[in-house]
């Protein structure tokens, strides 16, 4: 049972003693100790055995059928990075591949964080006034009727995040390299007004570190600006899964089987990076590999147990 299951577990605990009126009321219910759901709530979870857990979420009528993310070195990474430009209100770029888990990790940490002011948007091809209109909405922000104008839009969403800056808000925006220039460069006056009291993390594939670069070694309007804005530093250095992140992953969604685990990575045909002059097998596309795990469920789950 991975953390994150652990986590939502936790929070399934809460919202039962907040109906029953007490935790002892809660253990009684699951029929564990006080003492094991105090642990879990104050995450002392080294000593307690993943079947404790199921039994109470079983108690507690938790189930998730929803895809489970794992705790890969890149959720990990990319969770720092998030955590980093939050604490420090940076301004900070992921530009990596398809497929790393870069939108799933994104959006967990929004949802997970959304009571710390964050907040997330996922881009599409927008000029400026449609990515401001687009934000004020995800923001909860009175666009105002009829026609507002761009300065207007962007001034309503700078005294959104002004008013919070003692939260230290941070925005994630994910496929931010879909963006037009006019969009992107709306970024240099978000940065001069809140520059220290909130944070930015926009995400895109190769294409956004690719885009801006290119925008300042050609000197578009605005591109140098932009850059500057990121600190000319792009985190480009994200992982596909190795083996062990494939079993954290398949663990998460049901397959403990180390055989079939081991087929799956293999069936993928990881690829050979090499890291600090080793050589690391790698799964690329975790979109694919989320394919491949699923087929594996759904074999077993209509597996027909031969007769003896």
Request: net charge positive; glycine share 6%; aromatic share 8%.
């Amino acid at each position: 049972m991975t953390n994150l299951q652990k986590k939502e577990i936790v929070q399934a605990i809460h919202e039962e003693k907040a109906r029953l009126g007490s935790y002892a009321r809660v253990a009684t219910k699951v029929g564990v100790s006080e003492a094991t759901i105090s642990q879990m709530r104050n995450d002392n979870w080294d000593k307690i055995a993943d079947g404790l857990w199921t039994k109470v979420a079983q108690a507690l009528g938790f189930t998730s059928d929803e895809w489970q993310l794992a705790e890969t070195l890149n959720f990990r990474k990319i969770t720092s990075v998030l955590n980093d430009a939050k604490n420090e209100s940076m301004f900070m770029a992921i530009s990596y591949k398809a497929g790393s888990g870069k939108t799933a990790t994104l959006k967990h940490y929004s949802e997970v964080n959304s009571e710390e002011n964050v907040f997330f948007i996922q881009a599409r091809e927008w000029a400026k006034r449609d990515f401001l209109l687009e934000l004020c909405q995800k923001l909860g922000i009175d666009a105002g009727k009829g026609y507002v104008g761009v300065d207007k839009l962007g001034m309503k969403v700078i005294d959104f995040f002004a008013k919070r800056q003692s939260r230290k808000p941070l925005l994630i925006v994910d496929e931010a390299d879909k963006l037009r220039p006019s969009a992107l460069r709306w970024f240099i006056t978000l940065y001069n007004e809140l520059e220290d009291k909130m944070a930015v993390v926009i995400a895109g594939t190769e294409n956004l570190e690719k885009t801006i670069s290119k925008g300042v070694k050609y000197n578009k309007l605005g591109f140098d600006e932009i850059s500057s804005r990121f600190g000319r530093k792009f985190i480009n250095n994200l992982l596909g899964a190795r083996k062990e992140d494939v079993e954290l992953i398949c663990r998460a969604n049901g397959i403990d089987d180390k055989a079939m685990i081991s087929k799956i990575f293999e069936e993928y045909e990881p690829v050979n990076i090499v890291i600090q002059e080793q050589s690391i097998k790698v799964v690329e596309d975790l979109r694919r590999l989320k394919r491949v795990i699923k087929r594996e469920l759904i074999q077993k789950k209509y597996e027909i147990s031969k007769p003896s």
